[in-house]
């Protein structure tokens, strides 16, 4: 794939992380990912007082929801997805569940 080709966000993110000597292997970036989830997900814990109320959002939420977009963006960029393409293909994917089935889960 030519990284010219990537939306923008996905070439700011590869500039950066080149810039900064960030570069790492594939499993790496798949591990931040899931300890960037783990993040939101405390967060999440927080503002719902552990499930004791309805989630309101934290002061950390949107930082941390950013972290998970970042290493997400990472990991694509790592296996050569461009993430506009993946978008679309997962909006069809579920359009057409939604369509078919009038449900969106993968029915598993």
Not at 30 to 49: H, P, R, T, V, Y
Request: hydrophobic share 40%; proline share 2%.
């Amino acid at each position: 794939m030519n990284t010219s080709d990537l939306p923008a966000f996905q070439l700011q993110v590869a500039d950066f992380v080149a810039e900064h000597q960030l570069s790492t292997d594939v499993s790496t970036r798949l591990l931040d990912l899931l300890s960037e989830i783990g993040e939101l997900s405390k967060e999440a814990l927080k503002g719902s007082d552990y499930g004791k109320r309805a989630f309101v959002q934290t002061e950390n939420w949107p930082e941390e929801l950013a972290d998970v977009f970042f290493a997400l963006i990472c990991l694509a960029n790592a296996t050569g997805v461009d993430m506009q393409s993946s978008l679309e293909m997962a909006l069809n994917k579920y359009g057409k569940r939604l369509k078919d089935r009038g449900d969106a889960g993968s029915g598993q």
